[in-house]
């Protein structure tokens, strides 16, 4: 039997992404101590109250929706309905300042002139259809006791079917 790996970083996608995201963290940091105009204990205190909202409020609820939802979600599914939810999310999470119309002035009407509600409500509906057209490829694919029918599995049960 393999003994877990304790070590921090251990593949390569943790390591790449350490490489390019230091630098840019370090080139962050550099930029804000090093601006006139900025306040360093308003800039802290940002950095601090979104780090505990992350740590403490956002982590904890998406892992209970997920442990709840994997719950009931069949296993064709599981991988295609965190894609749509993590697409859908990260969509809201852009477009909704654009929604809100935050920053938007009279003496500029052009500036925030379209229906960005009904574009981001259109690009989740995308992402759903896609989402549900990948499960039910996915479910093609797979016999009814988990087992993935695609050729690399033609030798026996997949190595991701319990067991």
């Not at 549900?132 to 016999?143: A, D, E, F, H, N």
């Amino acid at each position: 039997m393999r003994r877990p790996s304790i070590v921090l970083g251990g593949s390569r996608a943790s390591w790449t992404g350490l490489a390019v995201g230091a630098p840019v963290m370090v080139f962050a940091i550099v930029g804000v101590l090093g601006a006139d105009e900025v306040e360093i204990g308003s800039w802290g205190r940002w950095v601090v109250s979104a780090a505990l909202f992350h740590d403490l409020l956002l982590v904890p609820v998406v892992l209970l929706v997920g442990a709840g939802l994997h719950r009931i979600v069949p296993d064709s599914a599981w991988v295609p309905l965190r894609w749509v939810l993590l697409t859908v999310g990260s969509l809201v999470l852009i477009g909704l300042p654009f929604v809100r119309r935050y920053g938007y002035q009279e003496a500029n009407p052009t500036a925030l002139s379209r229906q960005y509600g009904t574009g981001l409500a259109r690009f989740c509906a995308v992402v759903g259809v896609v989402g549900i057209g990948w499960w039910l490829m996915r479910r093609r694919r797979t016999t009814p006791d988990g087992n993935d029918l695609t050729e690399a599995s033609a030798i026996g049960p997949s190595p991701r079917t319990k067991p």
